[in-house]
């Protein structure tokens, strides 16, 4: 067990929808990290929150927002789905804002149909 | 910029043989380097890292990596295959003034009893 949770662990919704991925790092850890797992991309690193701001953004669609709370944990927003956005969506943290270390969550496998 | 590279999608070797999988990586800065492990419906699970102290690096369960500059290479070994290694294996880079990882595109063990 990483420490880090997600939820939920499976997500199936239609396209044009929009869904919320929730993310609770390790204690301490202030720094979350997204990431995008699909057979033909790979893992893609989307954006990184440190202490509530926005650190590190990669290849994250328009579509896609994400924000960390107060409380340190962070929520991935997907909107407009389409078919090409089913993927595993992995969430990580460390304890700095440098990637010396990241510990990962289960991953939410989102769906869309 | 970073980037990794996996030879090899898919090794399989027999139980009890040496167990080789390869990564080279580039970066115009000195690296991090990671093995992570990712088990069937599992998150990615760190096996070891290299963050510039000894370039033999020894992880859990039995892995090794060692870091050779010269090739730009952190090859991930294990002398005696078990059944329970059987695992997708992702080799990731990060420099300590970024904010990602870089992962490689993975590498599927099987292990032949």
């Known amino acids: 067990d990483s420490g880090v949770t997600q939820t939920p662990k499976h997500l199936i919704t239609a396209t044009g929808q929009r869904v919320t991925l929730r993310c609770s790092p390790r204690s301490g850890d202030l720094s979350v990290y997204w990431y995008q797992q699909s057979l033909d991309q790979g893992l893609q690193f989307l954006i990184q929150?440190?202490?509530?701001?926005?650190?590190a953004k990669g290849n994250i669609l328009e579509r896609f927002s994400a924000q960390q709370f107060p409380d340190l944990h962070s929520e991935l927003n997907l909107s407009s789905l389409e078919l090409g956005d089913s993927a595993l969506y992995f969430c990580a943290s460390s304890p700095g804002d440098r990637n010396t270390e990241a510990f990962f969550g289960q991953g939410t496998r989102l769906t869309v149909v | 910029a970073q980037s990794v590279t996996q030879l090899g999608s898919h090794v399989s070797v027999s139980e009890g043989a040496l167990v080789l999988l390869r990564c080279n990586y580039s970066s115009s800065v000195p690296p991090y380097l990671f093995w992570y492990v990712q088990y069937p419906n599992q998150g990615l699970q760190l096996l070891l890292k290299?963050?510039?102290?000894?370039?033999l690096v020894k992880g859990i369960n039995g892995f090794e990596a060692e870091f050779k500059k010269s090739e730009t290479s952190f090859h991930l070994t294990k002398p005696s295959a078990h059944m329970s290694d059987a695992a997708e294996y992702f080799c990731a880079v990060s420099v300590v003034t970024g904010n990602q990882f870089y992962f490689g595109t993975g590498t599927s063990l099987t292990v032949i009893p």
């Open positions: 290299y963050t510039s102290a000894a370039t």
């Open positions: 929150y440190y202490n509530g701001e926005e650190r």
